[in-house]
């Protein structure tokens, strides 16, 4: 059903910390990993060993080098998956209703019984998070492991997405957006968390903390404020002897 | 309205069993649960109760389904029938293959044992395989160490008892400052991450000191984009800084390092730099309280720092006057080395101030009381949170050695070595230089060697030297030619073996080590090594026996495979023994075990080794009536006593009430009792024994109990290390042994033991090649068995050479571009990027994404082959001819460390384009190749 | 966007299919009898022709059944449901033509209305993605109409209406191709916005996520062959404007296929084109468009 709830009970999604992100490439392939084995068919990989190697992922990490004014060029990975968008453009094209958002916690899942791999809703979505699957031929997308983070059958603290459980930097946050009073939450409105491609209008829930400042000679190490603690306290070798007697007398 | 949505099984069944083991995708060995259905491996995920990896997981690891499932595997033993290189194989059976290694390994063991040279790569269980080394009496043994790090770890070792990474690591919950030296990746890829999250999390400052601003360098909050190979320089003059400013920790220097030790200081005289020492040989310091000479460790002694002693005319004074002296010199001011480090002077003093600051100004205090050695109690812990990490980025040059010392003795002038928010140690580290083996190298026949192989020399006795002073060691390690080369150097094994320097061995044994490819130097030239034959048509290295898991290039050079398993199909320990996996907080080690049982005719090689060992009826794998002592790998992790109570594994042993960690006799339930725990085991470090390792008396007991060493043995960090004095002294002329003379000058110069910088410009001819060309280890790759993964190939499946603005407007190069880049020693032609967050003469790319054609059960044409590459062509094992003719090994001249970032390229456009140069014609593969496409499922 | 042969093909032809009919259903021309069914069956050969080439496109076309069910909010649900009522009307209406020799007027109109109402509904599947401008504009669905009505004035052999509605849709095009480059930029969505990283400084991609391609590359971007963009919109405009000539010399039916053709052709070219030239802002994040 492809009309969007007018409201969802929760906003469930994604943190991002863009300043964190060592981009080791960890929550995709644990992300292929769990999806392969896990919700509706698995991610395929075509040429998996030969010229052309491609394949389905739900998540991908993407690398940007940025050159401010002045001072050095930054690197900054950039992992991207769904970002189950309050306004999801791939909801309402889908002319099956294959393609829905849920109303209990706002994920946008695909619902591959009904898919017809049209590929409409990769179209719809600006920011590439869905993917044609090329043995089974129907749309995938994050899920959100909507399979483990209501999982009965794993113990309480491992349902979470795949992607946040497996991130070593802890740079993926999961939980509810809708809710101000949530950590993730907190920790937008703290490190003025984004959303991405605002001007399309599809109020992404997933959010980016944008990296902090970087190379500010000023803030931490301003030479000046530094200056005195490296005041000589004698011109040379000698000098220094004299004044260690000294010092080490006050120990 | 109604919103009929699909009803979703959001409690589907994980797996009908989850079996706990640890993961081998790389060497920093995280804990893993692997999730079985239908008794197949369904799902990998990181194991929460781990002390590696609290649960968190990297690609590789979260790709292990795709490694144990690789087509590449080798399903049986084969031996070669095609010509070396071909890879044409004929599989045959166990039994077959030990009948044709006997044929070879038995003679050569009764007549001469060091014509077996055994090498092993990224061997996680040197214990053992050296043993068997030991056992069958060659002294050609070492893993990889000697290309890999050896300048981090010994230069650790001989400066604190320990380096980083698996010895040590920054405090990460207390550190307010860390400064990441040279660090793409490291061993410990999984805690690192985890710690950069932590002080990310804190607020905390990170700096970058690197050539290429990547990964860890990327989230640095400042990047210091240092010129190559210059970092000694940049580090000692902090130093200056610091010293000039009377910014270091006098107390801690006093009391805890041998800064205030009185050297010999009679002109010319054969102690001449050495330690004055009393009759028991223990090193003197003037005692503050007294005024009068004192061993450094006499009870309630204050060594002063000043300290001076007049004897015969001559005026002793302490290491530290030297220190003062040397490193107040003008030549290590900011403005004297700005220029060379490609970092303005301000900027290095801003750094050096900020060290300062956070040290001294912002220092932490734990109220944990302690006692040190001399018996003096502390009643808190003092910190001093700037904390420093580093690898292979300062380690891999021929200035390696010193820039680590340098590296080193600056967190102990500013005294965050084992103090809070400073580096810590990992059991059993700290251990110094005194308390680990000589090395040894004395061969007879039919024999076991007369003691370890590898080993940390205190002077020019413990050499490897036979009686006409050439070297004992296939190698040439622990030769006046790097005397300090304490992993040996196995980049050097393969062209000794074929120039017969300085003997001709008759067979090349190895395991897990990509000798042909991505490990070695000079790669088209070891190719050349390995199958060139002298005038009788026979091979010039005449047996190659390897062990390897899958399909590699190595397997193709080899005429006989072992087989082994893959890393969840076998037994294997992760011994205290060996390199362990312990946290600062914590001491443990762990197993594998075979969570699937093989679907092929493959055996774990330490298990073949029990075999062979056996039938070879070496001491140690046989019992008194001959009969085979270890079944196999499992048997000897249960069974094998090393000292009394200490074996293998320090989990579960038999003590006097029940089971123990530590100390204990056999449990013969000992690796049940590991599955049981998760494949682990870990007992907490006490708290009052946490920091100040070295000198604190409570962790010293903890350690004796815990079986790391038999007595207590505390000792001082060396900022001078005597042991390179005593090289010196030799190269000056006095001793028995004597350098050849073309070394004199280079040991005098090179062998200094306060830390030094020279450059390794000139004999890289780096005014004709001007630009510094790096690798860097890719985070979802290790080394060269990625490739096989059909998931971690998607990621880097072909690998460009990034190139920095200047060079690329240079050149003005293109998107799509080819570059032919030439190095004193070759040509390669490869694709380049740009990348603007690089070192203005740098340049790089991913380490090992290159492959040989056929390979890797890939398609001949896999990217990896047409548009993936190795440097490695570029890089000789020797450097070029010097003045008189003479051409040194590519190594540090102390450790004998691979100085594989010392490569000096030139960068051109390349014309031709398509196909990466150098171009091999494809190797068979024994293994065929694998299905076209994939869609992974076993639920359902 | 990459420009499948399959949606190509079946736009054109179905633009076409429907466009006959609009004409059918006006009665212009209203044969009966032998001539009525080899009219309607011209008709429906094109617009059924093209929808099944679309299904081609489909990963899954088992559950094509489906895709009538989300006509609320899917433009491809609608313009399939507005497909399968107007070839019913239209079938019915042709049904009496043929067997009848009777023309039912109101149903015709009907028909005709449904058929222009459908490739107004095809128009809007590219029309309404917010995700690539070019096609994001009222002119997608103008252009999409004019060639569906010249198209099918010229089939209808309604010459004196075609002579009209042929040059104004080449003009159209002519337009279209002048102004539409200006669009993606207009939109204001950037590797900046996309990524927003903009205020620390110039963004540009590194690395790409995978050495290895992957299905949004694919698909959505498709910078090969843009190259020819130039040649091929001028080929295109002349192949529109030809059947206007040819239809102002003296009717023969040889000119009159030959003006088809290039019609035909010409709209295939310019359809070509609308996929190639189309950029997604999903390129943004590979620094590609
Ligand atoms: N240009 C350049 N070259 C370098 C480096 C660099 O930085 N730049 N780094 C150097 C360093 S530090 C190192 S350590 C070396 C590493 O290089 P290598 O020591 O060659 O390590 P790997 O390529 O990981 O592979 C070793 C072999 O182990 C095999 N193997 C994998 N798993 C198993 C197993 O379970 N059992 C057995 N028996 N074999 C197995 C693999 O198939 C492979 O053939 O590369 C060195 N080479
Ligand atoms: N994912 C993954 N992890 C691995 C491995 C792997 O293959 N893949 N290999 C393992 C092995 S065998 C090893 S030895 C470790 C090595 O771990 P690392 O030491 O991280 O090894 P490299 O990737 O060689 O990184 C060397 C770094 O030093 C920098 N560098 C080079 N020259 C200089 C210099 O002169 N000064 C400074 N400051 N920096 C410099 C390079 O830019 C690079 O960032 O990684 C281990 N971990
Ligand atoms: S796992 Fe974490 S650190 Fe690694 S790439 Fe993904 S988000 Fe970045
Ligand atoms: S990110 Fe794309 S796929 Fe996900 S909800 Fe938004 S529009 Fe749909
Ligand atoms: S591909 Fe599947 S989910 Fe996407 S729009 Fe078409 S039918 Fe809906
Ligand atoms: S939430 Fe689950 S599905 Fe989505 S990216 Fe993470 S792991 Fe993949
Ligand atoms: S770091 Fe990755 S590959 Fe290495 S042991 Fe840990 S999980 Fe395995
Ligand atoms: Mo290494």
Redesign the pocket.
């Given at each position: 059903m492809t009309t969007l709830p007018t409201h969802t009970e929760k906003k469930l999604g994604l943190v991002?910390d863009l300043d964190?992100?060592?981009?080791?490439?960890?929550?995709?392939v644990s992300c292929k990993g769990w999806n392969t084995e896990n919700y509706g068919a698995p991610l395929s990989d075509q040429d998996a060993y030969g010229a052309n190697p491609s394949g389905t992922f739900l998540n991908r990490?993407h690398s940007y080098e940025v050159q401010p004014e002045a001072g050095p060029a930054q690197l900054i990975?950039f992992?991207k998956s769904c970002l189950h968008c309050d306004d999801a453009p791939c909801v309402t094209v889908c002319p099956t209703g294959a393609s829905y958002k849920r109303v209990e916690d706002g994920i946008v899942l695909v619902n591959e019984a009904d898919c017809i791999g049209c590929g409409l809703c990769a179209w719809a979505c600006p920011y590439g998070a869905r993917e044609l699957d090329q043995q089974e031929g129907v749309m995938k997308k994050c899920t959100l492991c909507v399979d483990r983070i209501y999982n009965e059958n794993l113990p309480e603290e491992d349902r979470q997405p795949a992607?946040v459980r497996?991130?070593?930097?802890g740079?993926?946050h999961f939980g509810d957006l809708g809710d101000e009073n949530s950590d993730v939450s907190k920790l937008v409105a703290e490190r003025g968390g984004v959303d991405l491609m605002p001007e399309q209008g599809t109020k992404p829930v997933n959010k980016y903390l944008p990296p902090r400042l970087k190379d500010d000679y000023t803030n931490t190490g301003d030479i000046d404020i530094l200056a005195p603690l490296l005041e000589p306290v004698a011109p040379d070798a000698k000098g220094i002897l004299g004044w260690l007697d000294k010092a080490l007398e006050k120990l | 309205m109604g919103f009929n949505q699909p009803v979703v099984d959001t409690s589907p069944k994980v797996s009908d069993e989850v079996r706990k083991t640890t993961c081998y995708m790389c060497a920093c060995r995280c804990g893993i649960n692997v999730h079985m259905k239908e008794g197949k491996v369904a799902y990998i995920e990181g194991n929460k109760d781990h002390p590696v990896n609290q649960g968190v997981l990297c690609a590789k690891g979260s790709a292990g389904i795709m490694q144990v499932n690789a087509p590449s595997r080798l399903r049986a033993p084969m031996k070669r029938v095609g010509e070396r290189g071909s890879g044409e194989f004929e599989e045959i059976t166990w039994e077959e293959a030990y009948d044709i290694a006997m044929s070879k390994l038995k003679p050569i063991r009764d007549e001469d044992p060091s014509k077996l040279a055994f090498f092993t790569g990224r061997d996680q269980s040197q214990s053992f395989t050296s043993l068997w080394a030991q056992g069958f009496g060659t002294p050609n043994y070492a893993a990889h160490g000697g290309f890999c790090s050896v300048n981090m770890a010994a230069a650790g070792i001989y400066t604190m008892g320990g380096a980083f990474w698996e010895f040590g690591q920054p405090d990460w919950d207390h550190t307010k400052m860390l400064m990441i030296f040279g660090v793409a990746e490291d061993h410990d890829s999984n805690p690192i991450?985890m710690g950069l999250g932590k002080i990310k999390a804190r607020g905390a400052k990170v700096v970058g000191v690197n050539p290429i601003r990547s990964g860890y360098n990327a989230v640095a909050d400042e990047w210091v984009g240092i010129t190559p190979g210059t970092d000694g320089l940049f580090i000692l003059s902090m130093l200056h800084c610091l010293i000039k400013a009377g910014k270091i920790d006098l107390d801690y220097l006093s009391q805890f390092t041998n800064a205030p030790v009185l050297l010999d200081e009679t002109d010319g005289g054969a102690e001449e730099g050495l330690f004055l020492k009393d009759k028991d040989g223990k090193a003197l310091v003037i005692d503050r309280n007294t005024g009068k000479l004192a061993p450094f460790d006499g009870k309630g002694v204050y060594p002063d720092l000043t300290g001076t002693h007049r004897k015969a005319g001559v005026t002793h004074r302490t290491v530290f006057h030297h220190m003062i002296e040397r490193y107040m010199s003008e030549e290590y001011a900011p403005e004297a080395v700005a220029e060379r480090c490609g970092i303005s002077a301000k900027r290095i003093r801003k750094l050096a101030a900020e060290l300062a600051d956070v040290a001294f100004n912002q220092a932490i205090e734990l109220d944990r009381p302690w006692t040190d050695f001399r018996g003096k109690k502390h009643d808190k812990m003092v910190g001093r949170p700037v904390s420093f990490h580093s690898m292979r980025g300062i380690s891999a040059h021929a200035n390696g050695f010193q820039t680590c010392r340098a590296l080193h003795v600056l967190q102990i002038m500013l005294g965050s070595v084992e103090t809070p928010g400073g580096m810590r140690f990992k059991p059993p580290y700290p251990k110094p230089a005194t308390a680990h083996p000589k090395p040894h190298c004395k061969v007879t026949p039919g024999a076991a060697l007369d003691g370890p192989h590898l080993g940390f020399t205190h002077g020019p006795d413990d050499l490897c030297l036979r009686e006409d002073g050439s070297a004992a060691r296939i190698d040439k390690a622990f030769t006046w030619e790097n005397p300090m080369s304490s992993h040996g150097m196995m980049h050097m094994v393969i062209s000794n073996a074929h120039a017969g320097d300085p003997y001709k061995i008759d067979t090349l044994f190895m395991y897990m080590a990509n000798m042909s490819w991505n490990s070695s130097m000079n790669t088209s030239g070891v190719i050349e090594m390995l199958t060139d034959k002298d005038e009788d048509g026979n091979y010039v290295i005449p047996n190659i026996i390897y062990s390897d898991a899958y399909s590699s290039e190595m397997v193709a050079y080899s005429d006989l495979i072992l087989p082994d398993t893959t890393y969840l199909e076998r037994h294997d320990c992760i011994s205290l023994l060996d390199r362990p996996i312990c946290e600062a907080d914590a001491v443990a080690d762990a197993i594998r075990w075979p969570v699937v049982e093989p679907d092929r005719d493959v055996k774990g090689f330490q298990s073949a080794l029990c075999d062979l060992g056996a039938r070879l009826g070496l001491p140690g794998f046989v019992n008194e009536d001959g009969s085979q002592k270890y079944e196999d790998y499992a048997d000897y992790i249960t069974n094998h006593i090393r000292r009394p109570g200490v074996g293998p594994l320090a989990g579960w042993r038999v003590g006097e009430d029940g089971l123990q960690g530590g100390r204990g006799e056999v449990n013969e339930a000992q690796l049940d009792a590991y599955i049981e725990n998760g494949g682990f085991w870990m007992e907490h470090v006490p708290e009052d024994a946490a920091y100040y390792k070295p000198f604190n008396m409570g962790y010293q007991d903890w350690a004796v109990k815990m079986g790391f060493f038999d007595a207590v043995q505390p000792y001082i960090f060396q900022l001078y290390v005597e042991p390179m004095r005593k090289f010196q002294l030799a190269a000056e002329g006095h001793g028995e042994r004597q350098p050849p003379e073309h070394l004199r000058e280079r040991i005098k110069h090179t062998l200094d033991p306060l830390p030094i910088w020279y450059s390794n410009e000139p004999e890289n001819l780096a005014d004709q090649y001007p630009v510094t060309a790096l690798t860097q280890r890719p985070m979802a790759m290790y080394h060269s068995w990625g490739s096989q993964n059909a998931w971690l190939r998607q990621i880097h499946g072909h690998n460009p050479l990034y190139v920095p603005t200047k060079i690329w407007e240079q050149n003005d190069f293109e998107e799509g571009d080819w570059a032919k880049v030439v190095s004193p020693h070759g040509e390669i032609v490869v694709p380049v990027a740009h990348m603007a967050a690089l070192n203005d003469n740098t340049v790089w790319t991913w380490n090992a994404i290159g492959k040989r054609k056929g390979a890797w059960a890939l398609e001949e044409n896999a990217p990896e082959t047409t548009k993936g590459f190795l440097l490695n062509h570029l890089i000789h094992e020797l450097l070029p001819a010097n003045g008189d003719g003479m051409r040194w090994a590519n190594s540090d001249p102390i450790t004998g460390q691979a100085a594989w970032f010392d490569l000096k390229v030139r960068i051109e456009k390349s014309d031709v384009a398509g196909q990466t140069l150098p171009d091999f014609a494809p190797q068979k593969s024994p293994v065929g190749k694998g299905p076209k496409d994939l869609a992974w499922k076993l639920g359902k | 966007m990459h420009p499948a042969p399959s949606i190509i093909l079946f736009t054109v032809l179905s633009g076409l299919g429907f466009g006959l009919m609009i004409f059918l259903g006006l009665g212009m021309p209203s044969p009966t009898g032998i001539s009525a069914f080899i009219w309607f069956a011209i008709a429906y050969i094109l617009a059924v022709g093209g929808i099944i080439s679309s299904t081609f496109h489909l990963g899954n076309p088992k559950n094509i059944l489906k895709s009538f069910s989300q006509w609320r909010t899917s433009w491809l649900s609608r313009e399939g449901c507005l497909a399968v009522a107007t070839l019913l009307v239209m079938g019915i209406y042709g049904a009496a033509l043929v067997f009848l020799n009777m023309r039912i007027p109101l149903l015709g109109y009907v028909g005709s209305a449904l058929a222009l109402a459908t490739v107004y509904g095809t128009s809007m599947i590219y029309a309404q993605l917010k995700t690539v401008p070019r096609w994001n504009h009222p002119t997608t669905s103008v252009m999409f109409i004019a060639y569906a009505v010249s198209g099918g004035a010229l089939l209808a052999g309604q010459v004196s209406l075609a002579v009209w509605f042929l040059p104004a849709a080449a003009l159209l095009q002519l337009f279209i191709f002048l102004t539409a480059d200006g669009r993606f930029s207009a939109a204001g969505s950037t590797i900046a916005s996309a990524t927003q990283l903009g205020n620390i400084g110039s963004v540009r991609q590194f690395e790409p996520p995978h050495t290895g391609s992957n299905y949004l590359m694919k698909e959505m971007i498709h910078i090969v062959g843009r190259k020819h963009a130039l040649k091929l919109q001028i080929i295109s405009v002349v192949l529109l404007f030809t059947p206007v000539l040819l239809l102002l010399l003296p009717f023969s039916h040889a000119l009159a296929l030959v003006a088809v053709l290039a019609h035909v052709a010409g709209v295939i070219v310019a359809r070509w084109l609308f996929f190639a030239q189309a950029e997604h802002v999903v390129g943004l994040y590979y620094d590609k468009r």
């Open positions: 991002i964190t992100c060592v981009g080791c490439h960890a929550c995709v990490v990975h992992p992607c497996t991130c070593p930097a740079a993926r | 991450k | -």
